[in-house]
């Protein structure tokens, strides 16, 4: 059974990082043709993807998050993270990490974390 745990603050500063990371357990995170995914609501609103690392190490972001996002990993520790910096208010949200089957379809999935962005 694979699981998902992200962890990271609740709160972050205008104009700050935010930057969380998802723990993974009952499979590595370079097993073949799966992805590691970031996705976030907002509240009021539908699920945004923002980016995912390949089983490659490769990274794809979501074009309006370009150039404010970064993901990584630490396959020591079957860890990714998500690293958003200049967030604004509009960067509050609950913050999800998930694994992707080979067909892009999300299989597992954390059970989020509330990052608000207040001063």
């Known amino acids: 059974q694979v699981q998902l745990v992200e962890s990271g603050p609740a709160l972050v500063k205008p104009s700050q990082t935010l930057a969380l990371t998802c723990t993974v357990s009952g499979g590595p995170l370079t097993e073949d043709y799966h992805y590691w995914s970031w996705v976030r609501q907002s509240p009021g609103k539908g699920l945004e993807w923002l980016g995912v690392?390949?089983?490659?190490?490769?990274?794809y972001y979501a074009p309006s998050l370009k150039g404010r996002i970064h993901i990584s990993w630490d396959t020591s520790k079957n860890q990714f993270t998500l690293e958003l910096n200049s967030v604004t208010p509009e960067d509050t949200a609950t913050y999800y990490c998930?694994?992707?089957?080979?067909?892009?379809?999300?299989?597992?999935w954390g059970r989020g974390v509330l990052v608000t962005v207040s001063s």
């Open positions: 690392i390949a089983y490659t190490g490769t990274t």
């Open positions: 998930e694994r992707d089957d080979i067909g892009w379809s999300p299989d597992y």
